[in-house]
Every structure is written in C-alpha cells, then in structure tokens.
C-alpha cells in the first residue's frame, strides 16, 4: 500500500490532484518545459553511428547533487551500467554524459576502459571529479566504442554547457524512439515550489526489470539520500518495472535521479508528509514517462492497459497481467481488432498463478465479453471498442484483493521490420 495522496501502489497514475505538465506526447507539444534550478544541459553530434544528428548529451548540476538509480537485471550488463552501479553507491554525482548509436555492451575490458575514460575527460574538463560523473550508452550491442570520434567531442560538449535544452537531450538519446519523451511536474513541497522533470527513451527491447530504457529525473528538491532511494524505487516498481512491448531486457536500462536542493525546501526526509507528496509525484512522473515509451512501443498502434483485479495477491496480480501483455496472440489480435478473449483468459490460466475459471469476469474498453468463464455473446461490439487508440483488458478474478496494472502495445508488422533492419 502506498499512502502518498491516498493513492494504492499498483493505481497511483490514477491521482488525480498532480499538476503534470505533459510536454511532449506526440503531436502534443508545448513551447517551454519547466525545468529544475540548477541544471545545464548540451548535446553533440559525434557520429556514433551514423552522421546527421546529435548523438551526445550532458546533464550537469551547477553543485552536488543527491542521486540514486536502477539497473537492469540482465546478467549481461554494459560497462557502463556497472560503472555507474558502483558510483551510484555514494549517492552523489554532479554529471551525467549520454550517447547513443552504440551500446558500449559486450565489449571487454576495453568497454569499460572507454566509460571510465569518457568520465575522466568529462570531469576533466567541467573540473569536477571524476567519479561524480556517470556514464550511460544506448544502442547496438557488442559493437567497439569508436573512441576516435567520441573523445574529441566530449570537451566540446562540457564546454557547451548551458546551451542546450533538456528537450534537446531527450532528442539526443533517441534511437528507435519517433518522439522525444520529457515531462514534468510542479508542486509545493515545505512551502516552497519544487520542480520534477523528467526524460527517457524506449521503444522497443522492452520487458522488466527494466524495460530497455534509459531515463533520467532531476528536481531542485532537497532531499535525503535514503529517502531519494525509497521514493525512486517506489516509483520504479509501478512505471518502468511493469511496462512490456516485446519481452526482452536490454543490457543497459538505467534510471537515474538528481536532486541539486536549489529548490531551498528543508531536506526531505523518509516518513513525512513532504516525503510523500514527493515520492507520489516521482511515482505519477514515471507512470506517465512508461506510459510514453509503451505508446511509442516499435511499430506500435494503440497504447494498452492490462489490468489484473481481486488476485490472491499483489504478485499473483502482476504475473497474470504481465502473461497476458507478452501475449504474441493477444497483441495481435488486438492489433487485429479481434476480441478474442480466449486468449487472455487463456494467458491468464498458464501464468501459474490461481485461477478459477468459474469466476473470471473479463471487460475490453469497458464492455464486458467473458463473464464467470463464459461469452456474454458481445464479442461483435468488443470488436469495434477495440479499433480506439488506447484499449483496456480488465480480468477480475475474484480471488482476492491483490491488483496490478501492466502496459503494452500492440504487434505489427512494423516491428518486425524496423528490428530486421536495426543495424543497418
């Protein structure tokens, strides 16, 4: 139970009372996004892997700031997630320098060689220490770093701070994305206004835990390093950690948060009331952020909610939900406009959680086409619910009080192009 705003863990995007700024989402965009005090940001193009556009950024805060992060759990992981694993272990940082068009993963010793030397000339040349900068790279896995062409752009690039916008970043770190991500929120935390503002992309290699992502907060908050943890974690959980497009967990998902104290608020601190509105706006943040990555999901035409209602438990809830988003029958189907509700009565039965049949209600968009394990005979109209943008799978299993909310999109033929063609 998370009680930040009365909201439930497994429902907070569904808080009303945040003031969340949606900037880019799509067509949808606005002209200036609210950023954090105390934050510079720039991009360069080092031609990575292609030439043509800005494939290097920096994330700079003007002093020390509070930081924590999560990682994938894939066991292969790239160098510079485990460079930025063992740095995140002082809870501090100062910059963060991305790239993108090379993963920098399954590279050797020569990999990590290259992170650490792209922190050193980093700090080198913004006169901050070199642990206190973080390494994350994004792209084709197992390729060398081409160093000859990275290294004498990262001078340029720390020189550059200040010149660019955080929308810019979120341009840079693109890969597969069609749209930069970036969102933020406003609120007033001791008395004083706090902004949260946040980037990521994604696309495709998308599955916990993480999905393939890379994503980045900064606030002008001050906060404890423990509480930034819990309220990151937390957040996590519920966003990036319950997001599926394609079933894969990449090498190099990151989320990293900086918190710079610009906002002159007394430090938060864990269990009280200022840690909850901020843990529950970092929660909204990251929902809606995921939320954005499923949409833009690779070749993808309609954004989907699976929700799992009444399981035996939280964890019964999540792994039924998340049978059923990795589904290949039901994403196409429900790219098809076919509401087969077999299949995710089906999914749900092989998820290995309990199930009893008898019981189970199942809505697409509202309407109800399965109830207590039988067709109620409205597949027909389902059919049409289904051609909208956005479709919910809601399965009561009338088990228990565990819930849980999935997202994924739907399978096309798309995806399997721009994958066929990924490297080229």
């Known amino acids: 139970m998370f009680s930040a705003a009365g909201c439930m863990e497994q429902d907070i995007a569904g808080c009303a009372d945040f003031d969340v700024e949606i900037i880019k989402k799509g067509i ?55 460079l930025d694993m063992e740095r995140i ?48 790279s994004t792209g084709v896995i197992g390729m060398p770093m081409p160093m000859s062409r990275l290294r004498p ?31 933020s929120i406003r609120k007033k935390i001791g008395g004083k206004p706090v902004t949260i503002t946040g980037i990521c992309k994604g696309a495709g290699m998308i599955a916990p835990n993480m999905a393939t992502m890379l994503g980045f907060i900064i606030t002008d908050a001050a906060i404890g390093t423990a ?68 949409q833009d999901g690779e070749g993808a035409t309609k954004l989907v909610e699976v929700v799992v209602q009444n399981a035996r438990t939280e964890a019964d809830a999540e792994k039924a939900a998340f049978a059923i988003a990795n589904s290949m029958l039901v994403k196409t189907a429900i790219y098809g406009n076919d509401a087969n509700w077999g299949r995710l009565i089906c999914a749900t039965g092989y998820s290995g959680i309990a199930v009893d049949d008898s019981k189970v209600d199942i809505s697409l968009n509202g309407l109800m086409v399965c109830k207590n394990g039988m067709a109620t005979g ?40 721009i994958n066929a063609e990924y490297r080229s």
Request: hydrophobic fraction near 50%.
């Open 378 to 417: 409205r597949d027909v109209e389902a059919n049409d619910r289904l051609k909208s943008k956005k479709v919910v799978i809601l399965i009561n299993l009338k088990l228990g009080k565990g819930a849980a909310k999935v997202l994924t999109c739907d399978l096309t033929e798309d995806y399997i192009k």
């Open 89 to 136: 272990m002082s809870g501090k940082g100062r910059a963060i320098v991305i790239n993108s068009g090379n993963a920098n993963a399954c590279t050797g010793v020569q990999g990590l060689k290259d992170a650490e030397e792209t922190a050193k000339i980093v700090g080198a040349a913004l006169s901050v220490a070199e642990k206190a900068v973080y390494v994350c």
């Open 227 to 294: 509480a930034l943890k819990k309220a990151l974690n937390a957040a996590v959980k519920t966003s990036f950690n319950r997001i599926t497009i394609d079933g894969d967990t990449s090498t190099n998902d990151t989320v990293l948060i900086m918190a710079n104290g610009f906002a002159g608020n007394a430090p938060i601190q864990a269990a009280t009331a200022d840690y909850a509105v901020f843990a529950a706006a970092v929660a909204k943040l990251c929902y809606e952020l995921a939320m954005l990555i499923v």
């Open 153 to 183: 752009k990262l001078p340029e690039l720390a020189a550059a701070a200040g010149n660019a916008l955080f929308d810019d970043v979120a341009a840079a770190i693109m890969t597969t994305d069609t749209f930069p991500k970036i969102l």
């Open 28 to 82: 949808v965009m606005e002209k200036k996004t609210p950023i954090p005090k105390g934050f510079r940001f720039a991009t360069a193009e080092a031609a990575i892997k292609k030439p043509g556009r800005k494939d290097l950024a920096l994330i700079l805060s003007d002093t020390d700031a509070v930081m924590a992060g999560m990682f994938t759990k894939n066991a292969v992981k790239a160098a510079p997630v485990r």
